[in-house]
């Protein structure tokens, strides 16, 4: 909404269109799943705007492909501030390990993610509306000002 441009959660998309993402991986698995995630990725970024991925979403080379040439904006959390967020998770990947499976999926994909974002933002202690506000800053100086690389903004 700050941005004034369509957003696009593809996780949301899945699941109006193909049911409860915890069933999809139940029933189908999770390259099924990653399957039907570079297709909502893919759509979504053809249409231009906000596109939220899954945390996931880029272990998929297709979905990788799909975001080559896109401004990706990375949001990333403490391990302390993550634990509430995911407590009662029904998140397929988190459902037996808790916060250490989270964690082990984090370490496994943060190369991946250094790799494709082009600036990290950290939640872990600040408010939603100072994110925006930060992301929405960037995004405004990559429209208007010369290309800034892979950067870390915001402060704690």
């Given amino acids: 909404k700050a941005l004034g441009v369509p957003f696009t959660d593809t996780d949301r998309v ?6 409860p ?19 909502a990725v893919r759509n979504a970024v053809a249409t231009g705007g906000v596109v939220s991925v899954g945390g996931g979403a880029v272990t998929h ?15 990333t959390v ?17 459902v037996q390990g808790g916060i250490d499976a989270w964690q082990t999926i984090a370490d496994e994909r943060a190369a991946t993610y250094a790799e494709l974002a082009h600036v990290t933002f950290d939640t872990s202690r600040r ?25 870390t903004g915001g402060t704690p």
């Fill in 78 to 94: 403490s391990p302390e501030a993550v634990a509430a967020r995911i407590a009662g998770s029904d998140r397929p990947l988190l």
């Fill in 14 to 19: 899945i699941a109006r269109t193909h049911g």
């Fill in 127 to 151: 408010p939603m509306s100072h994110v925006v506000r930060d992301v929405v800053a960037w995004v405004t100086d990559q429209q208007t000002g010369p290309d800034a690389g892979h950067t």
């Fill in 21 to 39: 993402i915890p069933g999809i991986f139940a029933d189908r698995g999770e390259p099924a799943f990653r399957l039907l995630e570079a297709e």
């Fill in 61 to 75: 080379p297709d979905t990788r492909a799909a975001l080559h040439g896109a401004r990706i904006v990375l949001l």
